[in-house]
């Protein structure tokens, strides 16, 4: 889960159905539904994959800490150890394209093939941000 003060936007990571979703928490209320989708084209496709735009496993988020410009989606199974890095400053679009990837050469190749300075091990579980903002690995 990770949430925006600046913009009551709360971000939820549904692994199950390979997105995270984004709730408008300005009024929040019982059972009220999200209001975009990551991940996902739309709220019931539920595909898998390597894109920029798909996940395997969408495991932790973190915001940017600077207002949330950017939202890092750790997506770490034995295919897909990665971040995905969304640039949402300007708002969310269903089944938007990430803006960068870390811990793999290219969206669609597996991070986890060699670990080296650019990769992650297939136990990617989660990200955190640093006060001056930047993620980090844990």
Not at 44 to 70: C, I, K
Not at 83 to 96: K, Q, T
Request: aromatic share 6%; with cysteine; hydrophobic share 45%.
């Amino acid at each position: 889960v990770a949430y925006s003060p600046t913009t009551k936007r709360l971000y939820v990571a549904d692994i199950a159905n390979r997105r995270v979703l984004e709730y408008d928490i300005a009024d929040a209320s019982t059972g009220q539904s999200a209001v975009k989708v990551i991940g996902q084209p739309d709220f019931s496709s539920t595909a898998t994959g390597l894109t920029a735009h798909q996940f395997t496993s969408p495991v932790r988020l973190a915001l940017e800490a600077d207002g949330g410009r950017r939202l890092f989606v750790a997506d770490g199974n034995v295919t897909s150890a990665r971040i995905l890095a969304f640039n949402i400053g300007d708002g969310v679009v269903n089944g938007m394209d990430a803006g960068n990837v870390l811990g793999s050469a290219t969206f669609v190749s597996q991070g986890a093939a060699a670990i080296t300075a650019g990769t992650f091990g297939v136990s990617l579980t989660g990200i955190a941000h640093m006060d001056l903002g930047h993620p980090v690995c844990c």
